[in-house]
């Protein structure tokens, strides 16, 4: 009995002090994350640089674009994305893209999609980068899974949660061009869930188990933050027992949030005392690099102490 009132004591104490807690299911990446915030230094620098000549170079570019038989080179459409400021400039980036998208003669492997991309985030064009991004006559230029990336974390910020989803489908239908050669990238399979997740509704949980279904087809290693987020969005939808099945999915077990969504499960599904222990064990070990939220206020929040009573008078 001894034990079993310290357990109680140390919900209590945690139920107490969950106002000094956050919980840790963070997925948006920073724009340092995205390439943001390198993009904005490398442009501050283009400028810097090409300052006395940046002029001239616009109004010739801008020249040439008017031109029906003019070659859009590589070199000047890199330059121009690094200094395109205003509308109009911005459009004629993208008019040049569509006609440099048609060039045959091609000596240069650089991928625009990214960049554009990043472009059309720091200059607000949410809008226009969806529709290039889903125009099948660009598909080329923005199939590799950066351009995604970009764009969906970009709707997301704007909770555009349909737009992200519908931007990693037509993703998904026309191929990822990845590095790692993966079919489904881990960090676009995660923002598409975080839009999910968000959504929080019956349909999103049955569009996140088709989602993960297909990506577990050629990739059986689950991401322990995507993971996280279908567990949580599983237990919002009162499905606990989808959500230990997702959690068990997850290659390394140790981590701190997926022994917190254990314990909510474990409570859900009336596992009182199961989920008292995952609580104990996480307020006893160590800190890793200082930080003490070990038990999120999400778990105690969902482990009320009037239910253990009942359970323990059972």
């Not at 034990?3 to 997925?27: E, P, W, Y």
């Not at 070199?75 to 121009?80: A, I, V, Y």
Request: hydrophobic share 40%.
């Amino acid at each position: 009995m001894a034990d079993i009132l310290r357990r109680i004591a140390i919900l209590a104490i945690n139920r107490a002090s969950c106002g000094k807690f956050h919980m840790q299911v963070r997925t948006i990446f920073s724009t340092s994350g995205i390439g943001i915030d390198n993009f904005k230094l490398s442009r501050d620098q283009h400028t810097a640089r090409y300052a006395p000549s940046l002029d001239a170079f616009k109004k010739r570019f801008v020249d040439s674009i008017e031109q029906t038989n003019s070659q859009i080179f590589t070199e000047d459409l890199r330059n121009m994305i690094m200094s395109a400021e205003n509308d109009q400039e911005i459009d004629t980036v993208i008019q040049a893209l569509k006609k440099y998208s048609t060039n045959k003669v091609k000596f240069s492997d650089y991928h625009f999609g990214s960049p554009i991309m990043r472009l059309l985030y720091i200059q607000n064009k949410t809008n226009l980068a969806l529709d290039l991004y889903m125009d099948e006559s660009l598909k080329n230029i923005f199939n590799d899974s950066a351009s995604a990336l970009v764009l969906m974390n970009k709707l997301i910020e704007e909770k555009r949660y349909d737009d992200a989803i519908k931007v990693f489908e037509h993703g998904s239908k026309r191929g990822f061009s990845t590095t790692s050669g993966r079919t489904y990238p881990s960090d676009v399979v995660m923002l598409a869930i975080e839009g999910l997740f968000r959504k929080n509704t019956k349909e999103s949980l049955v569009k996140a188990k088709e989602i993960i279904s297909k990506v577990r087809e050629s990739d059986p290693d689950i991401n322990p933050r995507t993971a996280a987020m279908v567990a949580l969005l599983s237990i919002q939808q009162g499905e606990p027992s989808f959500a230990m099945e997702i959690l068990g999915g997850v290659r390394v077990q140790n981590y701190t949030i997926i022994k917190n969504i254990r314990a909510i499960c474990y409570a859900d599904m009336g596992r009182v005392e199961e989920a008292i222990n995952v609580v104990q064990l996480l307020a006893e070990q160590t800190p890793a690099n200082n930080d003490r939220r070990r038990v999120f206020p999400l778990v105690v929040s969902n482990i009320r102490i009037p239910s253990v009573m009942r359970h323990l008078m059972l």
